[in-house]
């Protein structure tokens, strides 16, 4: 019988060298402090957004440079959560789900074995084949560190290329191959699995309408700080499929996060001219249908002016925005949740419809590097209520 604790990484965990986070430049790089105090660039093989994991002093662990080409890049391994390691690895997330599949320990699929990685099927390459009692199946693995609440969603960025995987899957499965796509999630203190439709509803759809063809399976993963895997606790998270159904439609709240650079004097219409400090404005609005027109429309400059928001958008260096997508209008609900953690602006902006006092709110540095920011975020994406399906 095997251990419960083994690690699956293709390195010893005690050789990965403790470093802080510090930023991410973009998309492949993060600048980290060493043990030495020195700052240095490591590789970062996620594309993910990452905004919950990679606060300013996050603790990371990376992978040293193999010996044989000493002058490259570390590269970043996983994210301290609290006590316990996040995987950020995305190949060596294929190595572990190689490792569980070799070990047996995919529930269900105790007797598949693996005839071959990287398969080439059409124009497209899937994970894994396997084969049972029952024939082939075709394996498409993709890892999950998003979670919060009490569920954890994927993809945490809109995947284009992850939507028209499951596609080819299903169009597959209808010319009669088995097909699962297996989501790694690298946590284990939640109840359910969800796909992200705040972020990516194109996925999150395509997602509920292949589930009859293509085997989901989301598993829960437990890890240790020594990134050992407790093979006792391998769970599969249950989908809230209804749940899903009733709250990834084109509908619910926003924020609109609008950077000044300078302080500055802005006519804001019906307020009049108000002054403004240099830092983040955070803007709760909804739009109980067309919420990604509306989103869109928030982020054009130079538009008829109609909101309160319309002018500050207009003065200001930059701009985006997040959906907090839902079946129900939450918007003044999570106007008070802001005001609870961030500076409330202006009084009546952009609340010419409710009794808040305000739904403009202030944060000096990026509202996304602030803990209790993303709490609130997982409160309101992330939370599948008692009772769910
Ligand atoms: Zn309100």
Redesign the pocket.
Known sequence: MSPPQASPLPMDPARLVRAVFVSRPNRFIVAAQGPDGAVVEAHMPNPGRLRELLLPGARLLLAPPPPETPGRRPTVVAVMRGKRPVLLHTQWNNRVARWLLDRRLVPGWGDQEVVRAEVPVGGSRFDFLLRGPQGEMLVEVKSCTLFGGNCAMFPDAVTERGRRHLEELAELARTGRRCAVLFLVHDAEVSWFSPDYHTDPAFSETLCAVREQVQVIPLALSWNARMELDTSRIQELPVPWGHVAREQGDRGAYWLILRLDRPKAVDTGALGTLAFPAGHWVYVGSAMRGLRARMARHLRRGKTRHWHADYLRDAADGAEVLALRSADRR??EI?RALDGVLTPGPKGFG?GD???ET?LFFSREHPLDRPEVHRILERFRMTVPDGAE
């Open positions: 918007e003044c106007a609340c409710c009794a808040c739904h």
